[in-house]
């Protein structure tokens, strides 16, 4: 059960919130590469059955990548590396009976009035990722440390925001779509370059707001009643203001309902679950998205730290502008399905969901929540690794001025981007993605090789090559400058621990010596 703010009262089970009861439209056929949804079991779905003939390291010398049939060209951009295309396919929110899917088909039957739609590839052009969306030229995200390229245009998704603008335009106006996205990113238990996404969102023409006030009234009175105790701390500010465009009481509306329907939900899915007999926390914290308006995240506190779960907000006039769709406003929502399943279902580390292992996966059952009970936890395998930066990439990172920039913030782009920092740093960003920095690389510089400022995601890239999902956590330990040479030294300890078996000792020196071997040959380190 969710401890919310005493003020709340205590009661049972929330009944299911309903979408407001104004005029959509439904497209019959695919719009674009999307295919609505509604009432159809996962398996009708047309997936992306992919197949993925990009057999060696984008790196080489080869000259296209081709996925799901289509050939991309390779450029200078070129950094997806096959580990990762071969996830495209897998589809774990369409596999039937799996965590994944599951919590998708419980949030789809939540939001009932809502039009479920599955892109049909993970393949976005980089203005559909980005641009559309308002991102700006030099935001961090767009970072070839920070995203999978198959070339100059096109990318592997980072969120399921980039098919806002082609959904709305189809002309839906309360919609829900998961997808796979991809994202280069830190190694730890909660963060996977491959995972999941539902975007939620829900738009009314202008002439019809006036019609919220009622509505949040009733949905106001429905949650008094759910015995949900959730932290609200935010305001409307200059640094989270309301959109110039939008009357400030349609604006005030719209956000309520975004702020109702998603505890609602939060409420559907953990009102009764308590972790070690403790209720749960959530909170909700100001944030910034390129694309909404006032902008929040939501996290629960879990493993004994803030766990960011969805990022949402007023959805920015020009993103419906762009659609075609101008006479409309509302909300979004994009929340990581993957974060809200490892609470749900008690599941420990992220990577446990790509398991084929018949003791995960016999575990789970379409429709039911279930506590997932651990086969066996296997020994971690600590590997620490001491090594000067190369002082080409040293050199890099001084140019651009803020060499120790990633150590002192130990999120991805993504989560500076929105505020979260791990747990560590909740607030408002002030990375913004507004200026370049070392932990952003530049947008001019071709992939990989030891020229480049050392980026932690370039590390933890070639470490997940080379050791897949053996590695648990890389983390820096520590990090010097030499007082007389100016040389820099950084110290990570590798986690290596299987989900399935015993790692020994001379297997794991074995893959750790291979590890190091790449990281010398491409990042120019010198081991110490
Ligand atoms: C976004 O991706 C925005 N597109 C969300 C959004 C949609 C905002 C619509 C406003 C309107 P963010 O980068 O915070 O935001 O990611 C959303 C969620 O994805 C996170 O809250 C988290 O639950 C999940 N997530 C992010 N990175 C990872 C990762 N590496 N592994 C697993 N889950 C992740
Ligand atoms: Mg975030």
Redesign the pocket.
Known sequence: MLRLAPSRGLLGRVKPLRAAALPRHFPSLPVFALYPRRNQSSNSVPSSSSSVASSSSPSTSTSSYTVQNRSYHRDDWSNAPPVILSKIGRNLHLTPNHPISILRGIIESHFAEHTSVTPSTPIVSVYQNFDELGFAPDHPGRSLTDSYYLNREHMLR????AH?VETYRSGLDAWLLSAD?Y?R?EIDS????V?H?M?G?QVWPTTSLHELQKRNAELAKQLADCPLVIEDPTTISDSNPYQASHDPEHAAQITQHLKHSLNGLIFRLFGHTTQDGEPLKVRWIE?F?P??TP?Y?VEVWWNGEW???????V?MQKTLDQAGVSHKSGW?????L???AMVLFSIPD?RLFWSTDSRFLSQFREGEITTFKPYSRYPPCYKDMSFWVSPKQQAAVAASGSGTARVESRA?A??R??G?NGGKEAGVSTAGGLEPSATTATTTTPVGGKDKAFHENDYCEIVREVAGDLVETVTLIDEFTHPKTGRQSKAYRINYRSMDRSLSNEEVNALHAQVQDRLVADMGIEIR
């Open positions: 980072t969120h399921t925001s806002e996205v994202r990113d909660s963060h996977y370059p995972f996404q975007e969102t944030a998205f694309f909404t902008s995240e766990l960011e779960l969805l990022g949402c907000g959805v979004a929502f994009g929340l990581g993957e974060r809200i992220i991805s993504w989560e981007e929105s979260d």
